[in-house]
């Protein structure tokens, strides 16, 4: 068994805002489910007693120093005041073989300091789906807070009804958020705002030591470059309050989330969010919105003249858009299979997005089928018969056609690469579902079995057909509360 070497936690912040706190023992805990490709990151053993006990929130090892962390942040567009872990607890850092410090935290062990009341516990159910969208995002190749294990327990938790008890274990590089950095600036504490800021860019920025300008640059790119990924893979986060947004640019805190099966472009998963403020749609300005506040925040880094301070944040802030206009573009050519880039491509995309969003097509398998189209017109097109609308398919695919002949791509090279950009598998929410009520009712197998699918969701996977298909229609709408 290899010795694991735990250190506190390494965030930037005061040691007054990171108070240390000890881990609520789980009941009877057992473990439902272990990512081999997280512990793979850290060199973890399934089999090590002592780590099981440990990720249960039942010891606390030598080295480690649990702490919980205190941010802030804008909920739905309003200042919400001080918000923090309030069940997430930070036990320590461990280090990967190549020597990179990743931090592993506990969800669900209990109350903090930042409970506000509440039992700092997570529900079984919205811990599997916390667990299998990490892994699947990390699959999808979109950056995420990576989910080690979740440890199941008897312990029943009020909610909506009563539920099931979990604890999940994430690992990330760091845990901190937007939110933290609209904490210091709500206590006008600019010289802890300047140290959490010199820990982030020396810990995980190191090309900007000295440049906050340049850095906040780059965070916001990253940002950017995540909406446009989310976008592609038709994901929504739910929950895009600044405290949800990683300084990493990491899809962070998965709670009422969803992957769109039929798409509608003003999807809203989150049944919470009436106005619709975090649909599909309104993903990539919302990013842009939280980038704002995070500026804002970090204002006192730029210029001591706040006038100056504001000027040069205003200039920051436009590279969102360069940067994600850019991606967009890339990610939306690379899903339509087009190498080269043409002035008509934009017009394109969304006529295929117009068509997808008026017949509610499914999203996933929409652009996976498209790989079949044959730039030779006289071939036959599978795709047709999965749409509701075969002429406006006909339409949109005749033009598509003579594009691919435009740039007289190589067919079987084309589909090849379309193929590793557009996923057939997807964290589907009737999956989830169907696993967290087998697990419900004692059988857990099934979260590791769609987690593995999941985890290679481009490569077409033999007996996993299921995991492919369309939801049927009686489980086309299922809510997902905020309740977790
Ligand atoms: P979330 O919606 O999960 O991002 O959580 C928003 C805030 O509520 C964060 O400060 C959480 O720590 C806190 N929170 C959510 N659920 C609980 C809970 N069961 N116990 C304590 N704090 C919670
Ligand atoms: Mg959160």
Redesign the pocket.
Known sequence: MTILHWQAAATGLPRALTPRVEPTPLPAPERLAWSTDAASLLGLDAADAQLSTTLAGNAVPVGALPTATAYGGHQFGQWAGR??????ITLGALRSADGEAWQVQLKGAG?TP???G?????VLRSSIREYLASEAMHGLGIPTTRALTIVGSPLLLRRETMESAAVVTRLSPSFIRFGHFEWLAHLDNASALRALADHVIAAHYPAFVGDYAGWLGEVIRRTARLMAQWQSVGFCHG?MNT??FSILGLTL?Y?PFGFIDGFDANHICNHSDGSGRYAYAQQPQVGQWNCAQLLNACLPLLDVSSEAAVEKGTAVLAAYGSAYAAESIRLWRAKLGLITAEDDDPTLINRWLTLLHRTHADFTLSFRRLANVRSDRDTLDAGRDHCADPLGYDAWIGDYRARLCAESSNETARAAAMNAVNPLYVLRNHLAQQVIEAAQAGRAEGIDTLRRVLAQPFTEQPGAEHYAAEPPPELRHIEVS?S?
């Open positions: 918000l923090g872990d309030g069940r997430a109350p930042f409970s506000r509440a039992d700092g516990r997570a929950v405290d949800n805190d709670g905020c977790s």
